[in-house]
């Protein structure tokens, strides 16, 4: 006959609870397993030392993040006005950058979606047969992006309309945070640096980016 048996039961231990399993239980023997669980001190302790590490890191990934949001967009707008100039000279006809809410007519808010069409009459308006060569989407809504009203244009030989500057920053208007682009009369498309190493970037004239 067997008279083996199988049971769950709780042996208190100081300050835990012994969850144990006994089985094989016979009359000459009784086996049990036992495993420990986690008192309520050290369950504080882990805690506290999740919100320490929580606390320092997380500023840290936060401004990680805002920066590389920005970069981002500002290295998309080089590449469509760089995109730009080179259509301007390999079609030999006028091309034009600007901002647009519908793809079709140019705006003021450079936080639109950003067009480059051939401008064939060179009106600087995108007419029915003008091709639309590329196009963006919106900025990011925590972004704030301006340039010259209606945007401008790149001739056949690469020259721009009209230097210009587009300054992109984020929503706190902290200065740290803030990238641009300058346009020169050649054509040429210079991205900001930080030469003075002072943790803000200036444009091509060695002033500091200012989004206030």
Request: glycine share 6%; aromatic share 6%; with cysteine.
């Amino acid at each position: 006959m067997d008279t083996t048996k199988r049971a769950w039961f709780a042996i208190p231990k100081t300050d835990k609870i012994c969850v144990c399993y006994a089985y094989d239980i016979t009359i000459e023997r009784v086996q049990m397993r036992c495993q420990n669980g986690v008192t309520l001190l050290e369950m504080m302790i882990t805690v506290a030392i999740v919100a320490i590490v929580l606390t320092t890191v997380a500023p840290s990934i936060q401004s990680i993040l805002v920066q590389n949001r920005i970069i981002g967009e500002i290295n998309e707008l080089s590449g469509i006005i760089q995109f730009a100039r080179h259509s301007a000279i390999d079609e030999q006809t006028n091309t034009v950058v600007c901002p647009t809410e519908d793809y079709t007519n140019c705006t003021n808010n450079w936080d639109n979606a950003k067009m480059v069409f051939m401008d064939l009459d060179a009106n600087g308006m995108r007419g029915a047969n003008e091709v639309l060569l590329v196009a963006s989407s919106v900025i990011n809504r925590v972004n704030d992006m301006t340039g010259p009203a209606g945007g401008f244009a790149f001739l056949p030989s690469g020259a721009a309309s009209a230097n210009a500057t587009i300054l992109l920053c984020h929503q706190n208007n902290n200065n740290e945070y803030a990238r641009a682009l300058t346009i020169s009369l050649q054509g040429r498309v210079k991205m900001s640096a930080d030469n003075n190493n002072d943790g803000i970037h200036e444009d091509t004239n060695g002033t500091a980016l200012d989004c206030s």
